[in-house]
C-alpha cells in the first residue's frame, strides 16, 4: 500500500509539472502589433498627452459661456442667447455644419421664493422652487408641517392623512465617487410632492437632494401624474432641514409659513446647437458627443453644464485639427435637458434615421475621469480604449456603459453602443442646482485630464473598424 501511495504522489507531482506547459502550448502568444498599430497608437499618447497640457479651447468656452451669458434657463430669452453664443463659438473653431435646430416647449420659471417657521421657534428658512411646482396664493399659505423622515414613511402614509398639511421629506444622501447617493434621496425630489399632494397635502418641502452643508438650496424638476394639479413644492437648503428636523424631535407642532409664486409662460422655443468633424469615411457611422446648454437659473451653470460642452468641444477640435478619424464626429449641444430632456428628444426624432455608431456624453462636472465603463462587444477595442486611458490615472469598470440624457433616445432608437468617461462624483452634489453653480469651482487641471481623456478615447473609437452602423447611411 505505501507503495501504491508512493507511486500516486509521484503521479500527481509529474502532471502538475507537466499541466501548465500543455495550457501555455495551448494558449497562443499574445499578437505582436502591427506598425500600423504602434503608430496609431504613438498618435494617440501624442494627442493626449498635448491636451493634458493646454487647456485654452476648453477654459475659453467654459469661462466665455459663464460669463457672457451667465444663466441659461430653458425656454427663456437667455437660453436663446445662448444657442447664439454657441453658434458663433462654434464657427470660430471651425467646426462645420454649425446650426440650430429649434423646436418649441412649455416653460416654467420661478417667482417669489420664502419660507419661514411661524411656531413655535420663528425664524426665516433658505428654500427654492423646485421645477414644474404649483404656486400657493400670492400671500402664502400657512399650515401645520407634517414629517417624514424618508420617502418610504411617506408612501407609508394613509389616504387623506395630510389633508390641510405641509408635507416635510428628509432623506440621508451620502456623498460617492460614482454618484449613486443621488438615485437613492432622488425620489424625494422626483415624485415625492405629487404622492404627498396625493395624500391630501397643500404643499411640500423637501431636504435638498444635495451633500453640503452650505446654506443653498438645491432646485430640480419634479413630476406631477397625468391629470394632477400641481401643487407648491420646494427644497430647503441642507441646515435648514436639519434646523427643521431638530424642532421638530422637540415633540411640539412646528407650522410653517411658505410663498412660492412659480407660473408657466406657455410655448416658448428651445433648441439644439450641432456641429461636425467630418470622417474620412462619410459612410462609416456618426459618433455623437453630447452636453446640455441649459442650466437651471440659481447659479451660472458652470459644472453643469458649460463644462460638459467645454470637454467635448476641445477634444473634437483637436481631433478635427489633426486630421479627423475615420467616423465622423458630431457635436450634441442639447437644449431642454434640465426640464424634461426636450433636446434630446428632439435630436432622436431629427436624426434617427441617420447611421450612429457610438454615443457619449459628458454632463457630470469637471472632476477627474477615473473610470471608463463600456457597453460594446469588441474586446480589442475595449483593451485599446482602456490602454489609450490608463497614463491618465483611469481604471476599467466592470458596468455597463449608459450614455447621458440627451444621447438616450437615440441609443434607444439604433442600440447604439456607449462608452462612458466617468468622472469623480464626490463633491459634485455639493454645488448641483445650486447658486454656487458657478466658474471659480473648476480646477483646470481637471478640466485638461477631461479633454485628454475624450482626445484618446474619441481617436481610438473614432477610427475603429468595429464600429458598425446598425441604421444603413442615408442613400442606401
Not at 77 to 100: H, M, P, T
Not at 224 to 242: F, M, N
Request: aromatic letters at 6%.
Amino acid at each position: 500500500m505505501k507503495t501504491l501511495r508512493l507511486a500516486l504522489v509521484a503521479s500527481v507531482a509529474s502532471l502538475a509539472l507537466v499541466l501548465p506547459s500543455i495550457a501555455l502550448a495551448q494558449t497562443a502568444a499574445p499578437k505582436p502589433p502591427t506598425p500600423g498599430e504602434v503608430t496609431a497608437a504613438k498618435a494617440v499618447a501624442e494627442a493626449r498627452d498635448a491636451a493634458l497640457a493646454d487647456d485654452t479651447v476648453a477654459w475659453d468656452i467654459v469661462e466665455g459661456l459663464t460669463t457672457e451669458v451667465g444663466q441659461r434657463m430653458a425656454g427663456t430669452e437667455a437660453e436663446a442667447r445662448a444657442r447664439a453664443w454657441a453658434k458663433a463659438r462654434l464657427d470660430s473653431l471651425d467646426f462645420k455644419s454649425v446650426r440650430i435646430e429649434p423646436y418649441n416647449m412649455q416653460t416654467w420659471v420661478r417667482g417669489a421664493e420664502t419660507a419661514e417657521i411661524v411656531s413655535p421657534f420663528p425664524q426665516k428658512m433658505a428654500i427654492t422652487a423646485l421645477g414644474r411646482s404649483g404656486a400657493t396664493p400670492p400671500e402664502g399659505i400657512t399650515a401645520p408641517i407634517a414629517y417624514f423622515p424618508t420617502y418610504a414613511d411617506l408612501a407609508a402614509a394613509p389616504a387623506g392623512s395630510l389633508k390641510g398639511k405641509i408635507a416635510f421629506i428628509s432623506h440621508n444622501m451620502q456623498p460617492t465617487q460614482d454618484g449613486s447617493g443621488y438615485g437613492f434621496a432622488g425620489p424625494a425630489r422626483w415624485t415625492a410632492p405629487a404622492l404627498a399632494a396625493s395624500k391630501g397635502a397643500i404643499a411640500t418641502v423637501i431636504k435638498s437632494v444635495g451633500t453640503d452643508l452650505h446654506r443653498n438650496p438645491h432646485t430640480g424638476n419634479t413630476g406631477w401624474a397625468d391629470g394632477q394639479t400641481a401643487t407648491a413644492a420646494g427644497a430647503l437648503s441642507r441646515p435648514d432641514a436639519e434646523n427643521l428636523e431638530r424642532m421638530l424631535a422637540r415633540g411640539k407642532p412646528v407650522t410653517m409659513k411658505l410663498v412660492l409664486t412659480p407660473r408657466w409662460l406657455g410655448e416658448t422655443q428651445s433648441g439644439n446647437v450641432i456641429a461636425e468633424v467630418p470622417g474620412t469615411d462619410p459612410r462609416a457611422g456618426a459618433i455623437v458627443i453630447a452636453c446640455h446648454l441649459d442650466s437651471w437659473d440659481l447659479g451660472t451653470g458652470a459644472i453643469d453644464d458649460a463644462s460638459g460642452c467645454a470637454i467635448i468641444t476641445a477634444a473634437a477640435k483637436r481631433i478635427m485639427a489633426a486630421g479627423g478619424t475615420r467616423h465622423p464626429i458630431r457635436l450634441l449641444w442639447a437644449g431642454a435637458e434640465e426640464v424634461g430632456v426636450f433636446g434630446g428628444a428632439a435630436y432622436g426624432k431629427a436624426h434617427g434615421g441617420e447611421a450612429h455608431v457610438l454615443a457619449m456624453e459628458s454632463d457630470f462636472g469637471a472632476d477627474r475621469v477615473w473610470r471608463v465603463n463600456f457597453n460594446l462587444a469588441d474586446e480589442a477595442l475595449k483593451t485599446r480604449v482602456a490602454q489609450a486611458l490608463a497614463p491618465l490615472g483611469i481604471t476599467r469598470g466592470t458596468g455597463e456603459a449608459h450614455g447621458g440624457a440627451d444621447v438616450g433616445a437615440i441609443i434607444e432608437a439604433q442600440q447604439t453602443a456607449v462608452v462612458d468617461l466617468s468622472q469623480d462624483g464626490t463633491h459634485y452634489f455639493d454645488l448641483h442646482h445650486t447658486s454656487d453653480d458657478t466658474l471659480d469651482k473648476i480646477d483646470p487641471a481637471d478640466l485638461r485630464q477631461n479633454v485628454a481623456a475624450w482626445v484618446a478615447a474619441l481617436m481610438v473609437l473614432g477610427n475603429a473598424p468595429e464600429l458598425a452602423p446598425a441604421v444603413a447611411p442615408h442613400g442606401e
